[in-house]
């Protein structure tokens, strides 16, 4: 691995984060990355966090267009109600901040505590939950469904929505109607690695792979022999459409878990596409990536997002951030 | 790996690429893929490629702003002549066209013969080759520096000159500037899988690192025990600071081969800035990320571009492709 020593890999990638993007004031002791410019006068302010190791999400989505700042924890394991609260004090204008909370045990927890703690001092807080994972209910770490991909859809449109002035209530709703309008499977072909243990994580033979694997390598459906990219591409996108069941054109991300080449990511995304076409779903965008990932993980995840005439302006409003950039 | 079988790989990711972006136009018999809007009246047209397995460079730099066609070869190999031409001929607005050539022997053999060829069609050729890896001379495929990180610096910024209207003479002058003004080193932890064989392409046992690798797994300059990230941007940085001695800042790509979580990679730019600090070699802009990648190779290289007013007004321009995208 390319470390120094397992104890320091966040509070390292902070400073490598500060370095590379002046544009952004990073906390390397408490863990929170804010927009320079933070507080933002008249502007709803986005939060959110979670364990490290899902780089871009969610130190990578911080920018004008999206989160106002972004609280890291330890590798897969949750930041503490602190840094939300430290986070919201130093991006609330006084219009309030909305939390995107991803739906783990130690997030939801923690960040209802944060919530508590920052309306004690006067910050009005909102809260959203992302649980769009349709592989399993009540998982290792998760009641109910786990909060992944659809993470980048809720920060990236609620964002937009937040920049245009919407107050708080509005910028909640709309966050809502995302979350509950995207749905996401994927699929690990190789097990990750944590610095703490330097080996894999979690035992995966060379040859198969989890359908429906977690972000952290939380058991899917089922293990299964390795299947091509067209097989996989349709259980996927039909597990998905089996509980999306789209009325409008989705907006499509198909998703690298960290540890597949670009290459065979573009050759998935086109089995995804073909599967989409044969179930008569019209795709209105399609971002390809490692935008929410799992380490060094190996393998692809599918999500998609009914959008209406409303989402698809805000998909594509200017956003500014080092891992999501276009139109400014 | 994500793939059907490895005959298609590359095919495969190209229908995947015209799916996601329809601003592109991509000839999949062809293996050309080209801007949509070309040829772009009184504009000189870039044109680049070379083997697969390196995304996003080049067919994810194709778009406004930098490359306006590019030519995936079979993986980790040339793409023909006839790729070429085709290319140029599908860009060339009568502005004439600047080859963008990495310095592998393939690649500069057979964009010689299509320069040739398009002249004799009456297209106007230039060429840059870019030749920026310190690691050695005349290794496997290539005499010389290899070609490397550069190429993203080359292009972008070739590229910009270009959409200001310069003529070639001048676009090609430019590229010639960076490519000379630019030095890379890199460092492989874990060896490729190329989807041909399924398994590693060359042998680096578990605990070592490659001092020095190619993009292609090429040998470097020595075989270690696995060193620091700290270690490593010390090493790194000092070989391409031997050959590079700036007296302008310096622009810096901290890129990772493919493998490398942006957890490390970030933190592995932490270190890269410490020891220019060290150095006292200014940075005025960093670019961190998997941009000239080895399918699934762990291990990251560093690039540092020596910059003057011009070339960083031409580097911080707007520019809009599938893998790098600011300022439009």
Redesign the interface.
């Known amino acids: ?5 397992p104890e ?3 509070p ?10 002046p544009e952004l004031t990073v906390d390397v002791d408490k863990q929170v990355v804010v927009r320079r410019d933070a507080p933002v006068a008249g502007k709803v302010a986005l939060v959110s966090g979670g364990g ?2 899902h ?2 999400l969610h130190s ?1 989505f911080v920018g004008p267009g999206m989160l106002d700042a972004a609280c890291a924890g330890p ?1 897969f394991t949750s930041p503490v109600p602190d840094q939300m609260v430290a986070a919201a004090a130093a991006v609330d204008s006084g219009e309030g901040v909305l939390f995107v909370v991803k739906n783990y045990t130690g997030d939801v927890l923690n960040f209802d505590m944060a919530a508590e703690l920052a309306e004690d001092e006067g910050i009005r807080i909102a809260k959203v939950l992302v649980e769009d994972d349709v592989a399993v209910t009540d998982s290792t770490h998760t009641a109910g469904r786990r909060g992944t991909g659809a993470t980048l859809f809720v920060e990236k449109i609620a964002g937009a929505l937040a920049d245009e002035g919407a107050p708080l209530e509005r910028v909640e709703a709309v966050a809502r109607r995302v979350a509950d309008s995207c749905r996401s499977f994927g699929v690990a ?1 190789s097990p990750c690695s944590t610095p703490a243990t330097g080996g894999p994580m979690f035992d995966l033979p060379s040859g198969e792979l989890e359908l429906g694997v977690g972000i952290h390598g939380e058991p899917g459906r089922e293990r299964r022999s390795m299947m ?3 097989e ?1 591409a349709d259980f996927a996108v039909d597990a998905v459409l089996a509980e999306l069941e789209p009325e409008e054109p989705v907006l499509a991300l ?1 998703n690298g878990m ?14 995804v ?1 073909r599967v989409l076409g044969e179930r008569r779903i019209p ?1 209105a965008r ?3 990536g ?1 935008y929410v ?1 799992s ?2 993980m ?3 995840s599918v999500t998609l997002c009914r959008a209406d005439e409303e989402l698809l302006r805000l998909w594509d409003a200017p956003v ?1 951030t ?1 891992g999501l ?4």
Do not use: K, Q
């Not at 691995?1 to 020593?5: H, Q, S």
């Not at 390292?12 to 993007?21: E, P, V």
């Open positions: 691995m390319l470390i120094n020593v320091t890999v966040v390292d990638a902070l400073r490598g984060i500060a370095a590379a993007h490290s190791g780089e871009p990578g590798v072909l091509t990219s067209r996989i198909v960290g540890g597949t080449p670009l290459l065979e990511l573009y050759g998935f995304c086109a089995e596409h795709v399609t971002l390809v490692n990932t380490l060094d190996a393998g692809a500014r080092p950039r276009w139109g400014a």
